[in-house]
């Protein structure tokens, strides 16, 4: 009698984000019967009420760790994971939210909410490799589909991902777009900033804004100096550094390094 094929597990799991890198995996339209057909979907709330229990062979996270209760159930999916790969800005950095560890997160909390005393969040937003071993970290806001897809599929036929380690200068170059600093002398994180995005905003005449995260060797000084000869002053140095991925290490230490308050 011929064995039925087991499938492996496929989790995907919510923390503090907007849904935006689980909505690309269902954005996925004509591959997304064939990522069904491949793995078992044992947890995806975003798509169905279907839950299985672990251990699972593959967990995607999306979202920061923002709380204590959020470190308690990352640790808790990392012991139930072969594999945990995470997806997007919050969950590789800690996201927009991250903003909150330039501040001052008590005098944010007792503007914002009528009763302070019930918020638990932590002071700090952080990407989820900072609590626990992540075995691969995917940029964006949100991520590219088609580079969740080529991760999936490694995953899935055990071989490293081939996701281009390059900037996003390049795919401007491939795309055939025209510099954006050289041409108009707006300022541009591009030459810092993984690809993964097609050059979006450069193929529209605006600045990269960095949000797939630092390139691999990112020199965010020497960015730093060339836009400060287009007339960038510190302040706004410091703010180009903090957005999307204000807390990944290389743009958190160049914003640093013009936070002159």
Not at 47 to 58: I, K, L, M
Not at 189 to 216: I, N
């Amino acid at each position: 009698m011929q064995r039925t094929k087991v499938k492996p597990k496929l989790a995907v799991w919510k923390f503090s984000s907007c849904d935006g890198c689980q909505l690309s995996l269902l954005d996925c339209e004509d591959e997304l019967l064939a990522v069904a057909g491949a793995f078992e979907i044992a947890y995806f709330l975003e798509a169905t009420r279907a839950q299985t229990r672990g251990p699972y062979d593959v967990s995607v996270v999306e979202g920061s760790i923002a709380n204590l209760h959020d470190i308690e159930r990352i640790k808790k999916i990392r012991a139930e994971s072969k594999a945990l790969i995470t997806i997007g800005a919050c969950a590789t950095s800690g996201g927009i939210q991250a903003l909150r560890n330039f501040g001052n997160y008590e005098a944010f909390v007792r503007a914002v909410y009528a009763r302070p005393d019930f918020i638990e969040g932590l002071a700090t937003s952080t990407g989820i490799a900072d609590h626990v071993k992540v075995d691969y970290e995917l940029r964006g806001c949100p991520v590219d589909k088609r580079q969740l897809l080529e991760v999936l599929s490694a995953f899935l036929n055990k071989r490293a991902p081939r996701v281009a380690p390059h900037s996003v200068c390049v795919e401007c170059k491939l795309g055939g777009a025209i510099c954006v600093m050289v041409a108009h002398g707006t300022p541009c994180l591009g030459p810092v900033t993984h690809a993964g995005c097609g050059a979006l905003c450069p193929r529209h005449d605006r600045g990269c804004y960095g949000c797939f995260g630092p390139a691999e060797g990112a020199n965010p000084a020497s960015l730093s100096r060339h836009l400060a000869q287009l007339g960038l002053g510190e302040r706004e140095l410091a703010e180009l550094y903090r957005s999307f991925n204000a807390n990944a290490e290389p743009f958190r230490k160049e914003g640093a390094a013009h936070d002159n308050e």
